[in-house]
């Protein structure tokens, strides 16, 4: 019973045939002017595209341009980029977060260049092979450098999608729908351009709050602007609060102990000082409390009890840093520390 429920929900949710034609023409006279786009037969297709997909994910537009400028300068091409290591990589990738798509980008560039001449596979099941390339990604590809009848369905898509037809996200299936709209969908043979039309149409037109319905191209034969029940799209994610008392062993010569062996999980191997959820009766006379700061780090917000000794000793599995140089790579969170530190 459930199951043809199911696809009765499925069937009815009917896409509009001029969907895809107003949303290319609104694209051809508003789309952003990026980097990544660069032309169809353009020999940088495969790196520019590879590289924004994975700076893009879980990032902003604007937070990626120069990261994605500076590494394009310094390295020009997908097998310069092969070439490189994960120390380099992570140094330039520094500040963007996320840190394991750094290192996957640097797989992919050594596996495409190496098993595939620097080509993207034509085949979905090849692609997913890559180190973080999951279905978004992988449909994102091929349909950008491949120009494939596929579409990339980020949280912008969903939206989009979502609104026109008035119905929550959570009651679609998008894979399903796509499915059963393709003859609308794809009757174009722009299927490259529309991949990227409907993100953009999602960030800057069917915005997640106040989204401007009056003008919008496709206010005709969108639900929601014609219904007077309109569904509720704005998600909020969920903040968490952590305290944490943060231990740093210094040393005379302005050097500070750090690991990568650590257990907080959102920052996993990399650079830290001791670190622990707050438990006030654990902590150790011989640690003097510094500071209390906030911090926030993706949906985390940080409440953190900086303490700090000098000490010669290093404890196992620690290096010393200096708090001044930072020529090792060190992440962001990290670095905030030592600029509460250098003044000891």
Same mark, same amino acid.
């Given at each position: 019973m459930y199951e043809s429920l199911s696809f009765i929900i +499925? =069937?009815?949710m009917h896409i509009s045939l001029s969907l895809p034609k107003k949303i290319l023409a609104w694209y051809d006279n508003n789309k952003r002017k990026l980097p990544w786009r660069v032309s169809k037969k353009s020999p940088k297709k495969v790196y520019y595209r590879? /590289? *924004?997909? =994975?700076?893009?994910?879980q990032t902003q537009v604007k937070t990626v341009i120069p990261y994605f400028n500076n590494f394009t300068q310094k390295f020009r091409t997908l097998k310069s980029l092969s070439k *490189?290591?994960? %120390?380099? +990589?992570? %140094?330039m990738w520094e500040g963007l977060g996320y840190y394991r798509r750094a290192r996957n980008l640097l797989e992919c560039a050594k596996i495409l260049v190496k098993k595939h001449k620097s080509r993207l596979p034509r085949s979905i099941v090849e692609i997913k092979k890559l180190p973080g390339v999951g279905d978004y990604t992988a449909n994102a590809l091929l349909g950008l450098v491949h120009n494939e009848p596929r579409i990339a369905i980020d949280g912008n898509v969903k939206r989009l999608f979502s609104r026109n037809l008035n119905i929550e996200e959570k009651n679609i299936d998008f894979d399903k729908l796509i499915e059963k709209n393709k003859i609308? /969908? =794809? %009757? &174009?043979k722009r299927n490259a351009d529309l991949v990227e039309a409907l993100m953009e149409f999602g960030a800057l037109k069917c915005k997640p709050k106040d989204p401007n319905c009056i003008t919008c191209c496709l206010n005709k034969t969108c639900k929601y602007f014609k219904s007077d029940k309109k569904i509720n799209n704005i998600r909020n994610k969920m903040i968490k609060n952590k305290n944490y008392d943060i231990f740093c062993r210094v040393n005379k010569k302005q050097q500070i102990a750090l690991t990568r062996n650590n257990q907080i999980s959102f920052l996993k191997n =990399?650079? /830290?000082?001791?670190?622990k959820e707050t438990n006030i009766k654990a902590i150790d006379k011989n640690w003097k409390f510094l500071i209390n700061y906030k911090n926030s780090i993706s949906n985390l917000k940080l409440n953190i009890n900086l303490y700090y000794k000098f000490s010669n000793k290093l404890p196992p599995r620690y290096n010393w840093y200096s708090l001044k140089e930072n020529k090792e790579f060190v992440p962001s969170f990290t670095k905030k520390i030592l600029k509460? /530190? +250098? &003044?000891?």
């Open positions: +499925i =069937f009815v590879l /590289l *924004s997909e =994975f700076m893009l994910q *490189s290591n994960d %120390k380099e +990589i992570l %140094k609308n /969908l =794809f %009757k &174009t =990399f650079n /830290l000082p001791e670190m509460k /530190l +250098i &003044t000891l």
